[in-house]
């Protein structure tokens, strides 16, 4: 099994000191973007993660006095990966991605509830593939013209993903045949993190982004950040695969960046 790598765009690594700062930092960052963004070109896309600090991230959006700066009107919500489960319940990433953040900009500050794409699940497909080849098509819809041999998704601004201890990131884990997918999703089987199935976008999607942003936080984190950030293979440690068009941003508490005493 292998992947290939493009060559990434500029590589920064941003060291906070704790979680919760980070949390707070990425959130002030993001909206940031997202109105630099605005002030040339509309619509602009963001791809959300779940996780504890992805999560965090979101509350901490929602929290800020930046949010009513945004026309929430020109952006578009979607995912990197997400667990195969039914729409509503607690584990999805959309479900806890909706009561941080999305919720409460669909009801109060002009987000359409039409510009959140959430990936399907067994309550509208039968199988991961089946909401996978449903995300794909999607994703094409959204697209535009695209340049020869650029992957059929929307030109990402910033595509926010987290890393797991074994260095997986969206839902591409290392040594799993998911990691060689084609096209711009793949569904995903005998996950090792449960859930077992999943969907994921593809390391061809994650790559045609802009901007990547990998968050991470924690020492349990560490030795696989080193990795990733030393460009070890994708196959075992998928985060170095993981690059944006024109910048890849790690945001890292100090735990994850090794610096904690």
């Given amino acids: ?24 930092a ?25 996780g504890s600090v992805g999560i965090a991230t979101l509350a901490a959006v929602a929290a800020s006095p930046l ?10 919500l979607w995912w990197g990966d997400e667990r195969f489960l039914p729409d509503g319940d607690p584990d999805r990433n959309e479900t806890q991605a909706r009561e941080a953040l999305l919720d409460g900009l669909v009801a109060g500050h002009g987000l359409p509830a039409t510009n ?14 089946e909401g996978a080849a449903a995300y794909a098509e999607l994703l094409r819809e959204h697209a535009g013209e695209q340049s ?15 890393m797991g201890p074994d260095g997986h990131v969206a839902s591409l884990f290392p040594g799993h045949e998911v990691l ?17 199935e999943r969907v994921s976008l593809t390391f061809d999607a994650i790559r045609s982004a802009r901007e990547v942003w990998i ?25 170095a695969g993981a690059v944006g068009q024109a910048r890849t941003l790690w945001l890292l508490d100090a735990e994850a960046s090794g610096a904690a005493k």
Avoid: I
């Fill in 1 to 24: 099994m292998a992947t290939s790598r493009q060559a990434p765009g500029v590589r920064l690594v941003v060291v906070h000191p704790d979680k919760a700062v980070l949390a707070q």
């Fill in 26 to 50: 990425a959130a002030a960052r993001l909206l940031t973007r997202v109105l630099d963004v605005q002030s040339v070109r509309s619509p602009v896309h963001v791809v959300l993660t779940g």
């Fill in 67 to 76: 949010v009513p700066a945004v026309d929430w009107s020109g952006v578009h």
């Fill in 116 to 129: 959140v794409h959430p990936m399907p699940g067994p309550t509208s497909v039968a199988t991961p593939e």
């Fill in 148 to 162: 020869e041999g650029a992957a059929a998704v929307p030109a990402f601004d910033v595509l926010l993903l987290g």
């Fill in 180 to 196: 060689a997918a084609q096209g711009t999703t793949t569904g995903v089987h005998a996950s090792p993190k449960p859930p077992p």
């Fill in 215 to 239: 968050v991470a936080a924690g020492a349990e984190k560490a030795e696989q950040v080193a990795a990733a950030l030393a460009d070890g293979p994708v196959t075992e440690v998928p985060a």
